[in-house]
Nanobody, 123 residues
Framework: QVKLTESGGGSVQAGGSLKLSCASS????????LAWVRQTPAKGREGVAS???????SYADSVKGRFTISQVTAKITAYLQMNNLKPEDSALYYC?????????????????WGQGTQVTVSS
């Protein structure tokens, strides 16, 4: 069973930066998709960014130019560097993964989820 563990959340002021990490285990497929998804009571669940085993990335318009997704393929670990954070970025951020490529980019439905890490941005 795939296990995903997020870390790196916290509280920052607007304009600040945070870097989230997602450590995975039991991903055995050569081709896989990793993504970051955030959730708030007001907006529900929202795809943020994705990266697949070939390194192809995809971003939601709301984070383009501010967030960068990356990975260490040897460890199948994903990162989300978040710069110039805004209060509207405040959310519970989840790492998600599945076998196969990210066929719909950051909107790809994925079956395996972590527990989430909270990001709070104050104005």
């Amino acid at each position: 069973q795939v296990k995903l563990t997020e870390s790196g959340g916290g509280s920052v002021q607007a304009g600040g930066s945070l870097k989230l990490s997602c450590a995975s285990s039991q991903i055995t497929d050569t081709n896989y998709c990793l993504a970051w998804v955030r959730q708030t009571p007001a907006k529900g669940r929202e795809g943020v960014a994705s990266i697949d085993s070939d390194g192809k990335t995809s971003y939601a318009d709301s984070v383009k130019g501010r967030f960068t997704i990356s990975q260490v393929t040897a460890k199948i670990t994903a990162y989300l560097q978040m710069n110039n954070l805004k209060p509207e970025d405040s959310a519970l951020y989840y790492c998600a993964a599945d076998s196969g490529y990210c066929s719909r980019g950051y909107r790809t439905p994925l079956r395996n989820w972590g527990q989430g890490t909270q990001v709070t941005v104050s104005s």
